[in-house]
């Protein structure tokens, strides 16, 4: 069992940066790949990016690409997610979440375990 929580959402202007963090309970946060997706209001939730057990390797929806940075610390069994050059359309709820197996997956019906979410607001 693993247990996620996200932090570091907020209000920030457009083209501002913001890093999200999310931490995991247990020993096993290794044997995990992790995502992150977004749920707008009125909106599927949809994939951002995700990352393989050690970091080796990361996949990104093409929205995202080139602006957003997705990293882990198997040591801290924490996931972040750096975004830069923040557009309103980027305004969601962030949710991270861990696979064991479909690793870099980019539906969520294929994931473990979720976070509680954290809200990301940029103003235009």
């Known amino acids: 069992q693993v247990q996620l929580g996200e932090s570091g959402g907020g209000l920030v202007q457009a083209g501002g940066s913001l890093r999200l963090s999310c931490a995991a309970s247990?020993?096993?946060?290794?044997?995990?790949?992790m995502g992150w997706f977004r749920q707008a209001p009125g909106k599927e939730r949809e994939f951002v990016a995700a990352?393989?057990?050690?970091?080796?390797?990361?996949k990104y929806a093409d929205s995202v690409k080139g602006r957003f940075t997705i990293s882990r610390d198997n040591a801290k069994n924490t996931v972040y997610l750096q975004m830069n050059s923040l557009k309103p359309e980027d305004t969601a709820v962030y949710y991270c979440a861990a696979v064991n197996r479909y690793c870099l997956s980019s539906e969520p019906n294929r994931y473990d375990y979720w976070g509680q979410g954290t809200q990301v607001t940029v103003s235009s």
């Open positions: 247990g020993r096993t946060f290794s044997s995990y790949c």
């Open positions: 990352i393989t057990y050690s970091g080796g390797t990361t």
